[in-house]
């Protein structure tokens, strides 16, 4: 399994982005999928999964209402739609497969994830 993220870049707050995960590997589109990211000085904290069984959404209470996670798996992919977006969202995002096929996702912890993609870079700053 292979992840890719992207669409990172520097917008102003309240501006919107949209982060891709493209992925790759056999029964892909039946693992749990999570967002994390991880600011300067700061652990890597957990945003938003999706999981791989039924599809069901999980979001950090950080960005509740503001990000909305989801996935085409005609196509592979995985998206975060980032809006209302906040200096405090700031950090290096990546993208993460669950080691476990059609499981339910978690954002508490990142033991069950053993697939990783590159991480890309939000800014929010005027």
């Known amino acids: 399994v292979q992840l890719q993220a992207s669409g990172g870049g520097l917008v102003q707050p309240g501006g919107s982005l949209r982060l891709s995960c493209t992925t790759s590997g056999t029964y892909v589109d039946y693992y749990s999928i999570g967002w994390f990211r991880q600011a300067p000085g700061k652990e890597r904290e957990g945003v938003s999964c999706i999981s791989g069984s039924d599809g069901n959404t999980y979001y950090a209470d950080s960005v509740k209402g503001r990000f909305t996670i989801s996935r085409d798996k005609g196509n592979h992919q995985v998206y975060l739609q980032m809006n209302s977006l906040k200096s405090d969202d700031t950090a290096v995002y990546y993208c993460?497969?669950?080691?476990?096929?059609?499981?339910?996702?978690?954002?508490?912890?990142?033991?069950?994830?053993?697939?990783w993609g590159q991480g890309t870079l939000v800014t929010v700053s005027s």
């Open positions: 993460a497969a669950d080691t476990r096929i059609l499981g339910q996702c978690t954002i508490t912890s990142t033991g069950t994830y053993g697939y």
